[in-house]
């Protein structure tokens, strides 16, 4: 999915998309898979000898395709033995 798919209603500032999002609101779609891709090399950046000190923490906003980004890097984390807590954080001051 693409922001191209976004129609926006000027009159009612509705936005509106041609695929479903899991959240049910046009404006929170999925990643695409370029997205996807990028999220797994940001994964396996921070598990990195590259990336030091380690993350402890992880939050991210609310929206779908935050979550979606970070998901693979806090599992990946996690399976390397850092502690992260058991979730990741969200907060709905990032957006």
């Excluded at 191209?4 to 041609?18: A, F, I, N, P």
């Excluded at 929170?28 to 090399?41: I, Y």
């Excluded at 396996?44 to 395709?65: C, E, G, M, N």
């Amino acid at each position: 999915q693409h922001r191209m798919h976004w129609t926006l209603d000027h009159k009612t500032g509705t936005y509106s998309s041609v695929f479903p999002t899991p959240t049910g609101n046009a404006a929170d779609p999925t990643l695409t898979s370029h997205g996807v891709r990028q999220s797994r090399e940001l994964a396996a950046h921070l598990i990195s000898d590259a990336v030091t000190p380690k993350p402890w923490r992880v939050y991210s906003s609310p929206f779908y395709r935050c979550l979606q980004t970070i998901q693979p890097s806090f599992e990946a984390l996690r399976e390397k033995g850092i502690d992260v807590g058991e979730q990741v954080r969200i907060e709905n001051g990032l957006g």
